[in-house]
C-alpha cells in the first residue's frame, strides 16, 4: 500500500501567521489612515511649488517677487500697487497679489492648520535675474526641508 504525504500547513503555523499579521496591523495600519501626514506632504508640497513658481515668475516678469512666511502660512505678492499695476523699477511696497496659476484665485498663498512652517530669512525676494535675495531654509513641521540658493535661485526639497 503506498501513503500518500498531505500537502499543507499545521495548525501552529497557521496560528503563528495570524500573530504576526495581527502584530503587523496593530502597528502599521494605523500610519495609513493619520490625517496629519498627508496634509503635511500636501502643504510641503504646496509651499515648494509656490517658491519655484515665484523664482520663475520673477524671471519671466522681470518684476521682484517677495515670499512672505509666517507661523503656518505663506503668501507671494509683487512690487506695485492696484493704481500702478506695472512694475516699477523700484520700491518698497508690495501690494499687488500674485493669481494662483492653477486655480486662478486672486492671491498665491496658503495655509494648514496645526502646521508649522518657519523660514531662516522672511520675507525673501527673487529678483528679474532668478536669484534670491539670500540663503534660504523653509522648515514644514520641523522636519520636512526647502532650500533656496541665492546666487542661482535654485529652489529644491532638501530633507534628509
Known amino acids: 500500500m503506498i501513503k500518500k504525504q498531505l500537502a499543507g500547513f499545521t495548525l501552529v503555523e497557521l496560528v503563528m501567521m495570524l500573530v504576526i499579521l495581527s502584530v503587523i496591523s496593530a502597528t502599521a495600519i494605523p500610519h495609513f489612515f493619520d490625517k496629519n501626514v498627508f496634509a503635511e ?34 503668501t507671494l505678492s509683487r512690487r506695485g500697487t492696484a493704481s500702478s499695476p506695472k512694475c516699477p523699477a523700484t520700491g518698497t511696497i508690495y501690494a499687488l497679489d500674485i493669481p494662483h496659476p492653477s486655480t486662478g484665485e486672486s492671491s498665491y498663498s496658503g495655509s494648514e492648520k496645526d502646521i508649522t512652517l518657519t523660514s531662516s530669512s522672511t520675507p525673501f525676494y527673487f529678483y528679474s535675474s532668478g536669484s534670491s535675495s539670500a540663503d534660504v531654509t523653509l522648515t514644514v513641521n520641523g522636519f ?17
Open 41 to 74: 506632504r500636501a502643504f510641503f508640497d504646496d509651499v515648494l511649488h509656490a517658491v519655484q513658481y515665484a523664482q520663475k515668475l520673477s524671471v519671466a516678469t522681470e518684476c521682484t517677487v517677495r515670499v512672505s512666511v509666517s507661523s503656518n502660512s505663506y
Open 144 to 160: 520636512r526641508t526647502i532650500s533656496v540658493i541665492a546666487e542661482t535661485g535654485f529652489v529644491y526639497d532638501s530633507t534628509p
